[in-house]
Each structure stands twice: as C-alpha cells, then as structure tokens.
C-alpha cells in the first residue's frame, strides 16, 4: 500500500511538472503588433582581421560588418549603435573579457563581435552574438565565403542574429511587386525587399490593377485592359507566361489567391452587379460566394483559409466585413468612418490592415478580426492607401501619396519606423509583398 | 493479485507520463531560453530614437531615371476632352463616392434617350469613371456601377437594352488631372461612346 502511494504520488509530480513546464513557454515572441514595442538596441563591431598584414585587403571586416547593419535595419526592429560610443573597438572573442558593464551603459542590449581570417580560398569569418544583460554567448558560428560575395556573407549573419533573437527568418529573401504608371499607361515592376534589382515584369501599356501573390511565389495575378476591357490573367513569375482566366461581361478583377494557391478569389459583374466569387485555377470553376445588391469587392482570405475578408458598401458606405469561406456567415467589422477599404490579413492571423477616411486623408489602419481593437498606423499629410503585409508579419509596405506624386514606403505593423522603399520613379502604386523565396 | 495489477496500472501510468514530459522538455527548453531573451529584449529600455539607424533603403534604392513624356500625356489627355466634347450626347456627373442618377443628370439622360432612339445607332458604350480620390479597387466597382445604374436609367426611358455596353475605368481616366473638388466633380462621370 505504502509502495502504492508513493508511485501514486510520483505519477502527480510528474504530471504536474509537465502542465508547468507547458505553460511557462505559451509567451514565446515578441509582441510586435504591441504598440508599446521598442526597437533592439544592438552593437555590431567591424569585424577584426586576423590575417598577416602582407595578404589581408583593408576594410573587409568593417564591409562585412556596415552590411549586416544595413540588413538589419531593414528589418525595422533593430536600433543600431553608432560605432563612436562603442567602449572598445575590438572586444574579445571570450565571454569572460568582454566589458559587458561597459556595453551596457551605452545602451546595448546585444553585442555581435566577429573575426575573418583571408587566404587564397577566400575568407573565413567567425561571428558571436553577446547577451549583455546577462552577459552570456547566445551563439558562436563560423561562416566561409568568397571574398565577392560579402553581401551574402552579411545577409547570413543578419539572418542569424534576427533568428536567434526572434525566432523568425524576416524578410530578406522576398520581393515587392507593384503597378508603375506611365501616363495613362501601367505595368507590373518588382524590385527587392532591400531595395535592389528593380526591374519591369509586364508589358501591357494598358490600365493594370490589383496584383496578388499567389502564396506559393510562382504566380501572381492581375487585372489589365491590355485587349479593351477589363481581364484577369494569371502569370507565372518565372517564365513569364500569361494565361487569360476571367473575362465575361462588365467588371473582371481579381482578388487573393487561397493559402493553397489553388483557387483565386474575383470581382465579377456579369450576374448584374459586383459579387465575389472563387475560381478553381486548375479547371476555372466558378462558385459565387455573395447575394447582395451591392458594392462587394477586394477579397481576401485570412492565412488559414477558413474566413475571407471583403469591402461592402452595403450598409451605405464601403467599410469591411468577414465572411465564411463559403459565404455564409457575413459580419461587419469596421464601423469608425464613413470609408474604410483595401483590407489585408495578417499573415500570423489576428489583424486586418485597411485603409481608411480620417480629416480628408486615407491612412492605414489595423484592426483584429472582432473589430475590437483599432490602431492607425499611419497619420501624415498624404494619402496612404494599399497595404500589404510582409511574410512575417512584422512589416507593411504601402503607398503614401501627396497630390500626383507617389511613393511606396515600408513601416512596422504597429505604424513606427516608415521608411521609403521607392521614389523617384513616375508613379509606383498598389505595392504587394512576396511570400518567402526559397 | 489485485494488488499487483494496480501496481502495473500504476506503473504503466508513471512511465507514459515520463515519456510525455521528458520528451517535450527537451524542446521546451530551447524556447524557454529564447523566451527569456526575447522578453528581456523587449522589457530592457530602448534608448531615444534612433539616430544612429540609418535609413538603407535609401541607399541601396536603384533610382530609374523614367520621365513620363509628358507630350504624350498631354496629348492622351487632349484627345480625352476633344472625346468627350466630340460626343453627340453629354456626360453625365455623380457625387462622391455615388452612384445614384442626380436630378440634373435625369433631365441630360432624357435628352439622351432620345437622340439614341431617334438616330436608330447600332451600339452605345457607357463609361463609369470616378475621382482619383480612395481605393483603385473600390473605385473600378464604383466606376461599374455607375455605368451600369445608368444603362438602366436610358432602358426605362425607351433604349433597347442590347444596344447599351458597359465598361468601368475607375479612376484611371481623368478628364482632369487637378487635384481639387473642381476637377475631381468633373472625372465622377459617365461617358457615352455612340457607335451610329
């Protein structure tokens, strides 16, 4: 009996270790939709060039480093120490010497402290991320690259760091698609999440809206008037075929691909007025999804596939709803505003951005999927209209516009840190961030 | 006997649950330590905003130099006008963000009726436009629906309704490119295109 106690016993110390250690970990992220979050003060030493003087090439250890600083910036979420208050320049590779209470009182949370070696081959680099608070290595890793390749090499490491700092890959390996216009006439460009390789993907001539990513990466569809009147294409973004899907009488625009790719929600006319339907990409079935006379249009579907998001101006003015993805179950969500549209679901789920009417000006909102909690993102002179969400979440790029003059810019999903991506080109709208590139 | 069974139950109890907790805590443990760095990283306080951050877009932006040919647009923009005054039937205007046929675009679609009616045309095509204010999206569907709620209109007046096309153009056909109410109350319109 005694023996049956004590297994009895042990059972629920066991058990009852097992609910805590579950429960202690249910809070693993950063909150970044919290508007109270604040940005990593981390410190990137140059890193320090072990090689004999007589081979070693200058500046490639600050190169390495002013690209890793450059990467994370990009992210939004970093705020990078300036190198003039760093307490030394070279701090050492070993845990024990580093002047961890010097580091702190500059501000620094994080410190990465990085060596290279160069020989023939190329260069060799090691690089240690520093936990100053608590003055442990948070990791040591060893990187070999071509010493024309240090862009890479610097990607890698940024990777590193924002991965072990926020369990997330970020958003280095994606691309923006967006609408050019040329006068009267628009096609699709792309260009780099970091701003590189801007290059031109259609050539229409004609007006060109709405393009999507299929989540996949490989297609992205968009509505053109390239043969008169209005038609949704599907291309492929590798090779650069093109297929008409959706052409019938008055209005074809194309709204969100499915999480699966699949199927590609629309906009059609040709029943008497705009409703939303889905298209089966593979054998273009149609199912229509609304029964309202009324406005339905720019649907979206939240990333488990289960609820799409629509603008309706069924209630007198356009402002957005959610419905079920077959349709039923309709609900309105917005209700501040007399014009609320271009909705887009967070891909993490939880929040739909729009675009809003306030003092005469669009700007960017968010909203959870209850319409409970509201945020304005943004709150300038100009017009910000567009947003779309990156593939983690944390950032949306958007289009901020001021009299005929646009720019697409970037901020944090809570609104801080804007920054423009694009200027300068003759009228860059309707921005659209790409799924993850492998 | 019984005793012994309960004494496997038991057993068997511990050992399941063993397996349970021991395999997940060694998962846990790696995120447990990403937790506590991530919290730290957000409790810790930022310093004033950053200067040191420097904007890199900027930087790596690759700037095209693309001028639009401003002749060109000009040029589209006068062949508009010379259009819409061409027309042997006159637009019709809509306020924001409307489509409902104002009174004093009745009495134009009435005149309208008639000179379709009475010079027999083979097609009439109805342009919905908007203003270049909110969504493209939502205006392209605005743009429809006020071309559509107009083909209605000339139907109930007499026009044989396989006659009447429509086609929306959202805002991307301004007949003036200002940026005031002026303007903006010029481009809400619906445009006729006769074909006799």
Redesign the interface.
Known sequence: MK??CL??F??LF??T??IF??G??A?????IDSPN?????IAICDFYNKTASATKSENVGAIISDGI???L??TGI?????NKSFPESNPSDAKESVRFSDWALI?A??LLQGNITQNNKGIAADGRLF?I??GET?FYKKYFSDINNLKFLSRKIASDILL????DEGEFNTKIIFV?K???K?DLSVINY?????KNVTNHQS?L??PRWSPDGNLIAF?SFKDG??AVYIRNFKNGSERKVASFD??N?CGAFSPDSKKLLL?L?KD???EIYTLEIGNLKLKRLTNNYS?D??PVWSPDGGKIAF?S?RAG??QIYIMDSDGNNVRRITFKG??N??PAWSPRGGYIAY?G?VNDK?QIFSIDEEGNRIFQLTSDAA?N??PSWSPSGRQIVYVSRK??KSKIC?MNSNGSNP????????KP??PTWSPRFK | MK?NL??IG??I??II??T??SG??EK?SI??S??T??????S????AP????????????????????LK??AN?QSSLMEATAKSPISDINFDF?SYSIRPDAREILKFNADYLLKHKVSSVLVEGHCDE??????N???G??RA?ETKKYLVNLGVNESIIK?????E??PLD?D?NEEAWAKNRRAHFVVNP
């Open positions: 023996k049956t297994f009895l042990l059972t066991f058990c270790l097992f250690s579950h202690v970990d809070k693993v992220y950063v909150d979050f604040q940005q990593i003060p600083k450059k990467d910036s990009l970093f705020n990078i120490l300036n501000g949370d994080f936990d608070t608590r948070l072990t700092l926020t369990n050019s040329k006068g009267s628009s970091d701003g590189s390789e801007l007006i809206i709405a509505t009147h209005p008055g209005l625009m906009t006319s008497g007025n705009e406005i249009v720019s603008v101006n003015s356009p007399k014009y549209t271009s675009e009417l669009y017009n209209e567009s009299s005929s970037i920054r423009i991506l694009i200027e300068n080109l003759n709208v309707m | 005793k309960t004494f038991i057993l109890v511990l649950s063993l349970i907790f997940c805590s846990k995120v447990k990403d937790e760095k991530v919290q730290e990283t957000v810790a306080p930022a310093p950053a200067e040191t951050t420097e904007p890199a877009t900027q930087d790596n932006v690759s700037q095209p130099i693309e001028t639009t040919n060109d647009t589209e963000d204010r909110g969504t493209d999206e939502y392209m569907a605005l429809q629906r559509q429509t086609i929306s153009y959202g991307e056909r490119t940026n």
